[in-house]
């Protein structure tokens, strides 16, 4: 019934689902949370928000409209592999940072060089 009205189905156990949801959807929400909490924080002007924001930051704070009651319980739940999917995630902002604060614009090319490389999953 599901494959028919177009449905990806997909089997695997808990434990591996917990995993793997951590670092491609958790993170994401995580992700997302933070950057509007940053943007929040650093931008007190709403109307400066709501004029420059453009389709990247959009859809890029999305998943931070999630409903709080149903994220916490989540990341909570999950927590070990959400941890461990944080830390990594921290360890790129910060190349991000260093390369910048060092003026290393060829690590920084390499940096994002790395990351487009995601097209090749993303189609």
Do not use: C
């Not at 591996?16 to 995580?30: E, T």
């Not at 997302?32 to 859809?59: P, R």
């Not at 461990?84 to 994002?112: A, C, G, M, P, W």
């Amino acid at each position: 019934m599901y494959k028919k009205i177009g449905m990806h189905l997909l089997e695997m156990e808990a434990k591996a689902h917990d995993l793997h949801a951590a670092y491609v959807s958790h993170i994401s929400h995580i992700t997302s949370f933070a950057l509007a909490n940053t943007v929040l924080e650093k931008e007190k002007e709403q109307q400066t928000i709501f004029e420059l924001a453009s389709a990247g930051f959009e859809s890029t704070v999305r998943l931070a409209k999630s409903n709080p009651a149903m994220w916490v319980p989540i990341f909570m739940q999950n927590k070990e592999n959400v941890l461990d999917v944080l830390k990594e995630h921290i360890s790129q902002l910060t190349r991000f940072k260093e390369s910048i604060e060092k003026d290393d614009n060829e690590y920084l090319l390499r940096l994002i060089e790395e990351a487009n490389k995601i097209r090749k999953i993303l189609k």
